[in-house]
């Protein structure tokens, strides 16, 4: 079984079933339906947020990234619509979830797995191990301040709460000399959907998935888990995996932008 498992998804919203919620009486187009719900969010919202309550997301794309005990990458990949139906990537998921011990995520637990779960409950299927059916209680949903099972990095940095707002990815990555936010943000992936760029939306989930785990390292090195040593050599691990995987892609490789705008001595004193 491998150590950890970092993922990041993205989504776009299920039109279909805001139709059926907003627009019961059916006098509404799908894009109509829509626009109004999207209204009534941002208005009970205070003008806040039209973000859709979790049940509507639909995955479009899923990134993963396997490491070892030593922290090495052992996989790294995306699942996306352009070539499986939700079903399908839904289900591979939970499958890729089977073969790892500890999940590591950015606001996984507020977001992430709570649309995964929602979604195999739609597909009909049995997650015996993540609800710890064979346990009593689930280790993955069960004590929030444990991080033996699932170590949800906006939680942690956030003081599980505490601290308010919560800090972005976007900020935290740049804070210590990673890429964070630079062509794609997370409000686009719906346009992008929209217009057919499912490539594009991919790539930018992958670099989201490697952010969330070259933060992770820092954060293990931040509270003693990892020394100044071992993590000098998990970066540079890294860094010779990526450009490994960028060199064997051709040139039209997102990796090596996303090398090249990443500063590792960013952020500390001389």
């Given at each position: 079984m491998i150590r950890y498992l970092v993922f990041d998804i993205e989504t776009r919203v299920d039109k279909e079933l805001v139709k059926q919620i907003y627009d019961p009486e059916d006098a509404l187009t799908l894009e109509q339906a829509y626009d109004a719900a999207r209204d009534q969010i941002l208005k009970r919202s205070n003008q806040q947020s039209d973000f859709f309550p979790v049940p509507f997301h639909i995955p479009?794309?899923?990134?993963?990234?396997?490491?070892?005990?030593s922290y090495r990458i052992v996989s790294l990949g995306c699942m996306g619509t352009d070539r499986y139906s939700e079903a399908e990537l839904i289900?591979?998921?939970?499958?890729?979830?089977?073969?790892?011990?500890?999940?590591?995520?950015f606001n996984g637990r507020g977001f992430d797995l709570p649309v995964l779960e929602i979604r195999a409950m739609k597909q009909g299927l049995s997650l015996r191990r993540y609800f710890g059916a064979d346990q009593g209680r689930s280790a993955y949903r069960g004590n929030r301040y444990s991080d033996?099972?699932?170590?949800?990095?906006?939680?942690?940095?956030?003081?599980?709460?505490?601290?308010?707002p919560r800090n972005s990815l976007n900020l935290l990555a740049k804070l210590?000399?990673?890429?964070?936010?630079?062509?794609?943000?997370?409000?686009?992936?719906?346009?992008?959907?929209?217009q057919g760029r499912h490539k594009e939306i991919?790539?930018?989930?992958?670099?989201?998935?490697?952010?969330?785990?070259?933060?992770?390292?820092?954060?293990?090195?931040?509270?003693?888990?990892?020394?100044?040593?071992?993590?000098?050599?998990?970066?540079?691990?890294?860094?010779?995996?990526?450009?490994?995987?960028?060199?064997g892609a051709g040139t039209d490789n997102f990796l090596t932008e996303f090398l090249q705008r990443w500063n590792p001595e960013l952020g500390r004193d001389s």
């Open positions: 479009i794309s899923i990134a993963t990234l396997q490491a070892d005990d289900t591979r998921f939970w499958q890729i979830f089977e073969t790892a011990q500890t999940l590591v995520t033996a099972f699932h170590i949800d990095l906006c939680d942690f940095l956030s003081n599980f709460g505490a601290v308010y210590i000399g990673l890429p964070g936010k630079y062509t794609i943000e997370g409000d686009d992936v719906e346009y992008l959907y929209r991919n790539q930018y989930c992958t670099t989201d998935v490697l952010q969330t785990y070259l933060l992770f390292l820092r954060v293990e090195l931040l509270r003693g888990r990892l020394s100044g040593e071992a993590y000098e050599s998990a970066v540079v691990a890294a860094g010779k995996d990526l450009m490994e995987r960028a060199a």
